[in-house]
């Protein structure tokens, strides 16, 4: 339990610091180099690579050695097997859309840092009884949004824990939740988009890591 404690402590260190965390769908290794290329070039320092597809463990393990600067998650976790498959991949953190106390209780045993989904008060208590202070609000705005999240962290706040939303959240709203001071960040389900990448649209994928490097700088100096 300690391991796991300081393990999710040292990933929201670093998770809070950057505040932004880009949520990739990846169809094969050569887009997900490309994206972790743009996003090393552009300053915004970490990712989370979704086990949607099976690209998913070969980006991360080639990505963790070519770009050893970025902070690099897995995302959509569901099982025990992709849990490990992620963590000898390279990941440092990695998160789930739904609380699964399966899995939970093997990144405890691993000491993984390991934050499952949550959206309700039942959710989140399961899981801090089980040793999670960093947890996933999923799907953020079809949950209730920024309203709704705040609410669900009124009881809990003296706990110390930490949350990040993803799904919904755009950069429209990203300065919401991250005003938000149990957010150590935000999912960026809309950088990196699958469809940008399966038509070449760099180019916008680029400028839109750039608008979130200058949306975290604007909110650190107000």
């Given at each position: 339990?300690?391991?796991?404690?300081?393990?999710?402590?040292?990933?929201?260190?670093?998770?809070?610091?950057?505040?932004?965390?880009?949520?990739?769908?990846?169809?094969?290794?050569?887009?997900?180099?490309?994206?972790?290329?743009?996003?090393?070039?552009?300053?915004?320092?970490?990712?989370?690579?979704?086990?949607r597809?099976?690209?998913?463990?070969?980006?991360?393990?080639?990505?963790?050695?070519?770009?050893?600067?970025?902070?690099?998650?897995?995302?959509?976790?569901?099982?025990?097997?992709?849990?490990?498959?992620?963590?000898?991949?390279?990941?440092?953190?990695?998160?789930a859309?739904?609380?699964?106390?399966?899995?939970?209780?093997?990144?405890?045993?691993?000491?993984?840092?390991f934050?499952?989904?949550?959206?309700?008060?039942?959710e989140?208590?399961?899981?801090?009884?089980?040793?999670?202070?960093?947890?996933?609000?999923?799907?953020?705005?079809?949950?209730?949004?920024?309203?709704?999240?705040?609410?669900?962290?009124?009881?809990?706040?003296?706990?110390?824990?930490?949350?990040?939303?993803?799904?919904?959240?755009?950069?429209?709203?990203?300065?919401?939740?991250?005003?938000?001071?149990?957010?150590?960040?935000?999912?960026?389900?809309?950088?990196g988009?699958?469809?940008?990448?399966?038509?070449?649209?760099?180019?916008?994928?680029?400028?839109?890591?750039?608008?979130?490097?200058?949306?975290?700088?604007?909110?650190?100096?107000?």
């Open positions: 339990m300690e391991e796991f404690q300081r393990n999710a402590k040292a990933a929201l260190t670093r998770l809070s610091a950057i505040r932004i965390v880009p949520v990739l769908v990846l169809d094969n290794l050569e887009d997900g180099l490309r994206m972790c290329s743009i996003l090393q070039e552009k300053q915004l320092s970490a990712a989370e690579i979704t086990f597809t099976e690209a998913a463990e070969s980006v991360i393990r080639a990505a963790a050695k070519e770009f050893p600067e970025l902070y690099l998650g897995a995302g959509t976790v569901l099982n025990v097997r992709d849990l490990h498959r992620a963590f000898d991949a390279g990941a440092k953190f990695a998160v859309p739904g609380f699964n106390p399966t899995v939970v209780k093997e990144a405890v045993k691993c000491g993984f840092a934050a499952p989904g949550v959206c309700t008060p039942s989140a208590e399961q899981a801090m009884e089980l040793g999670c202070t960093f947890l996933k609000y999923f799907p953020a705005e079809a949950a209730g949004g920024v309203k709704f999240l705040k609410s669900l962290v009124a009881p809990y706040k003296h706990l110390g824990i930490r949350i990040m939303p993803t799904g919904g959240v755009t950069s429209a709203n990203a300065a919401d939740y991250l005003s938000i001071p149990e957010v150590a960040a935000v999912g960026g389900t809309w950088l988009k699958t469809a940008d990448m399966r038509a070449g649209n760099w180019d916008a994928i680029a400028k839109s890591v750039e608008e979130a490097v200058a949306l975290v700088r604007s909110l650190a100096q107000a």
